[in-house]
Every structure is written in C-alpha cells, then in structure tokens.
C-alpha cells in the first residue's frame, strides 16, 4: 500500500464477526496505539449535530427517528437490510464522512505524539478504505472457532451459520493484509502474536522516516 505523507504511521485492523477484533484492538491500545473505533465514528457521524444526520433523515424520513430525535438504528435497520436500494444510499452517505471524520482523527492522534494510529473497522477492505491506510492488519480464526463463540454471546448455531456466511468471504481480506493474527489459539499465543505485529508496525514507521 502506498504510505501516507504523514509521521504516524496509519493502520486499519479488521476481521469477520467474532474472530477476535476487540481483543486485539484492546491489546493494542496496551501497546501504544491510539485506537479509533469505527462504529463509534460512525454513530457520531449519524447523531443529531453529525454531518450525516440531515442527510440521512432526507433520505429515510422521519419514521427512523427515536422521541429524543436521535435515529432508532434498529428501526434504521430494519429498513435498509431488506432493501439493497436503501442499504446503498446509506453507505453512500455514511461511509465517505466515516472516512473524513476517521481522517482527521489520525491528524488528532498524530498532533499529541502517537506514533501509530488503528483504525478498528470490520468493513475495511469492502468499502475500500483500507486503501486510505499504510498498514493492514486482518485478525482471523477458524469459522468453527466464530460460531462456538457467536453461540456463547446466545446466538443459535443457526444463526450464526447464517451470521457468517452473510460476511465477505475472510479470504478477501488476506488476501490484501499485511499482517495476520490468528485468534484460533489461547489469549497468550494471541498477545504474543500482536505484539510481534506491533514491533513490527514500529519499525516499518521508523523505515519511512
């Protein structure tokens, strides 16, 4: 990937559902990153005083707002995910003041002296903002590893099977990482790998100068 102009070196890190993203985000922020969770972005970006929420409320109504005004995102969702129409207009919306808002924290980060800045996003490489980064880290495991932990945050095996395969295929996003973390192992064996990333993303900063 072409590296930004930058001095912080910018990283996104992303996954399939439950293969171990949050952990490896929270390990980690330990080591120094400054972490930016995109959906909480992303929530910003659609709140009552966000750039996207005029937009979206145009588009869908007033049907999708909550009594405080805020947007219901379960109503939300129920709209747009039995309508690819709709699912599109909002990602049309959404996803580029994701990008810019994502953007400008890095600058944030990077004006306070972090010297790595993760973006923590699960649609990364299908939207193509992965494009916008220097690094690219995918955490991975097994996909019966996925659904024994799906099951364990109460999902039936059912519905996990159908969880996963709703997903990109997790071979997309190797197949354009740079760095790999598997989660199939103990939470040790999972620090010990994020670490050996981590030293890793420090030197290839300290390669570009």
Not at 28 to 46: C, E, K, P, S
Request: hydrophobic residues 45%.
């Amino acid at each position: 990937m072409e590296a930004a102009s930058s001095g912080i070196l910018r990283v996104g890190l992303t996954g399939g559902i439950a293969a171990g993203k949050t952990t490896v985000a929270s390990i980690l922020t330990q080591f120094g990153a400054g972490v930016i969770d995109a959906d909480a972005v992303a929530h910003d970006v659609v709140s009552p005083s966000g750039p996207g929420y005029p937009e979206v409320v145009a588009r869908f109504g007033p049907r999708i707002l909550a009594a405080d005004g805020r947007i219901d995102r379960a109503v939300l969702g129920g709209v747009v995910f039995s309508d690819p129409g709709a699912l599109e207009d909002l990602n049309a919306i959404v996803h580029p003041r994701v990008r810019a808002e994502a953007a400008r924290r890095m600058t944030d980060l990077e004006s306070v002296g972090f010297k790595v800045a993760v973006l923590d996003a699960a649609l990364l490489v299908e939207t193509g903002m992965y494009r916008d980064l220097d690094r690219l880290v995918v955490v991975c495991c097994d996909q019966e590893t996925q659904i024994r932990r799906l099951v364990r945050r109460g999902l039936t095996r059912r519905v996990a099977e159908l969880r996963l395969a709703a997903q990109a295929p997790i071979e997309r996003k190797v197949g354009v990482a740079d760095y790999l973390i598997d989660t199939s192992v103990t939470l040790d064996e999972t620090q010990s790998q994020t670490e050996r990333v981590w030293g890793e993303l420090l030197d290839d900063r300290e390669r570009r100068g």
